[in-house]
């Protein structure tokens, strides 16, 4: 059974609570009146379930389940979910993914030849300002019953959800307007060094305002979550702002691996190999949750989306693939991967086919699917079994049984935003770039558990000088790929544009070619540039 916290999210989505408006940060907005009902902040309790939506508006897309009544207009709803947007913007830019499919602007991600007009870009824009507008909102209207102790948690999560939009939103774009109140001005543009410090400064000062490591339901933050998003944004610092903070790194590192979360190592049935149950229709139960410090909630009967899992299961699903063996009743036949990726398991493959094609890896977050499939990519449109297929996400819980939408259309599966296993990481990059109070022995132990919980043992450790940023780097492909992650790590390594790191069919060339380094950032959409003359383009566009 779902978490009741998830299936009150399912049911505020719908519009009962709040109903949704499409409000863009640099567009008048509007009233909140407008999209609250009267007394949905009479009491705490009503208070909780207009939170709901603040967690709905990054899981769900509109008012009437998968489609119908959208939140976001110009672009398929489904298309239009956040996680899906995080997918296309963050993975399939990347080594770790392409897609056959030829909706406007999907090739030019991969081909890296996006502009302004992107409906991708702009649709993410669009979300993430969404969810800054709720949150503006929530915060105003709960204000006046923050007297009691349950409000002020509430308060506090909506402010750790909009520092975490504005999070993606300067990882993405750079320097876009901060709105904290709602407003009918036009707003001005902002410096991502301000936006960095007001991430900051609401993360740190909301800490003990959110519940303490592991006392809310499943579903939502607690302070473990500001600490994990301080960790990544000062991970980032030296590249978005020119300031290194490699010890406020470490200093947050720490406190979220010494708090009640914890690597998932042993899985349902007892096993020594738990990844796989990461991305499983149960992992709200199995085990894995106590590794999600932050992620978002799917049911496939009661909180229905094309975006989320539901798209990382479906479309991945193609070729000589049984769709019933992932829990779903047919597949989209999109999703692949590069040779790149596959490249850093190499070392672990234990067995191959007799065409020389790897079916067996000692590393069980190889999670390759080769019958049929090619090797190399000639062909990325319509030709799905050009590149290997990914089999990470399924529909399957950890007994073998499908997910509770009869249908096999909808997935129950969680998707995992930040857990423990980035933290590790986080930590050994930043002692490795140099942080203070951080120790390189420490680090190496927290990469060979990552490292013996994919191998099932400890035979593949490493030693303490094998932690280069390369390496790390590497590791974090390894266990982090489909994760919305790849296209941050590039960029803070210097590889997302360069020359001197080419995948198949980067900058569309078949074999790879460096682009120019205007596009580690995002276009800020340009129908907003145009209505907001606050606004400058990014650089190049």
Not at 34 to 46: G, I, K, L, R, Y
Not at 325 to 334: S, Y
Not at 340 to 364: H, M, R, Y
Request: charged residues 20%; glycine residues 8%.
């Amino acid at each position: 059974m779902k978490n009741t916290y998830k299936l009150l999210i399912a049911l505020l989505a719908t519009g009962t609570i709040m109903v949704s408006c499409h409000d863009d940060l640099d567009q008048t907005p509007i009233d909140p009146d407008s999209f609250t009902e009267q007394d949905v902040f009479a009491n705490a309790d009503e208070a909780k379930g207009a939170l709901a939506k603040l967690y709905a508006s990054l899981a769900l897309t509109g008012q009437e389940g998968p489609a119908g009544d959208a939140d976001i207009t110009g672009i398929d709803e489904g298309t239009s979910q956040y996680t899906r947007m995080l997918f296309s913007l963050n993975e399939l830019t990347t080594d770790n993914a392409v897609v056959g499919w030829g909706d406007p602007g999907l090739p030019n991600l991969h081909a890296m030849s996006w502009n302004a007009s992107n409906d991708f870009a702009t649709a993410m824009y669009y979300r993430l300002a969404q969810e800054v507008s709720f949150c503006n909102s929530f915060i105003e209207k709960a204000t006046p019953l923050n007297d009691t102790p349950e409000v002020a948690s509430f308060i506090a999560e909506a402010r750790f959800l909009r520092a975490f939009a504005y999070y993606n939103l300067i990882d993405f774009y750079s320097d876009v307007p901060l709105v904290t109140v709602v407003s009918t001005d036009l707003p001005e543009q902002n410096t991502r060094a301000e936006i960095f410090s007001f991430i900051e400064s609401e993360l740190t000062e909301i800490e003990t305002s959110l519940k303490e490591s592991g006392a809310n339901e499943y579903g939502r933050v607690d302070r473990v979550a500001a600490w994990a998003l301080l960790s990544k944004l000062y991970l980032n610092a030296e590249t978005w702002i020119g300031e290194a903070k490699y010890t406020e790194a470490i200093t947050y590192s720490n406190k979220a691996i010494n708090s009640t979360y914890a690597l998932n190592t042993t899985d349902a049935n007892g096993n020594g190999s738990a990844y796989d149950e990461l991305f499983l229709a149960d992992n709200d139960s199995n085990g894995a949750q106590n590794e999600f410090i932050f992620a978002l909630n799917f049911d496939g009967n009661q909180s229905r989306t094309y975006g989320g899992t539901t798209f990382l299961v479906h479309a991945a699903v193609g070729g000589s693939m049984e769709p019933a063996e992932f829990g779903v009743n047919g597949g989209w036949a999109g999703l692949r991967t590069t040779k790149s990726l596959v490249e850093k398991f190499q070392t672990s493959i234990t067995n191959s086919d007799d065409d020389g094609n790897p079916i067996e890896w000692a590393d069980s977050r190889a999670m390759f699917y080769t019958d049929g499939q090619s090797y190399e990519i000639n062909t990325i449109a319509n030709t799905f079994t050009d590149g290997y297929a990914i089999t990470k996400f399924k529909n399957i819980d950890s007994q073998g049984n499908a997910g509770s939408d009869e249908g096999g259309d909808f997935v129950d599966t969680d998707l995992p935003i930040i857990r423990v296993a980035e933290i590790y990481l986080n930590y050994a990059e930043a002692v490795v770039r140099g942080g203070s109070g951080g120790d390189l022995n420490t680090a190496t132990n927290y990469i060979n558990q990552i490292r013996a919980r994919a191998f099932g043992n400890n035979s593949n450790n490493v030693s303490s000088s094998n932690l280069t940023l390369d390496f790390l780097l590497n590791e974090r492909a390894r266990e982090l790929y489909w994760e919305g992650q790849r296209r941050t790590d590039l960029v803070r390594f210097g590889y997302f544009t360069s020359g001197s790191y080419l995948w198949p069919f980067k900058g569309g060339a078949k074999n790879g070619t460096g682009v120019e380094d205007y596009r580690n950032l995002f276009p800020l959409p340009s129908n907003i540039v145009l209505i907001n003359t606050n606004l400058t383009q990014n650089p190049g566009y």
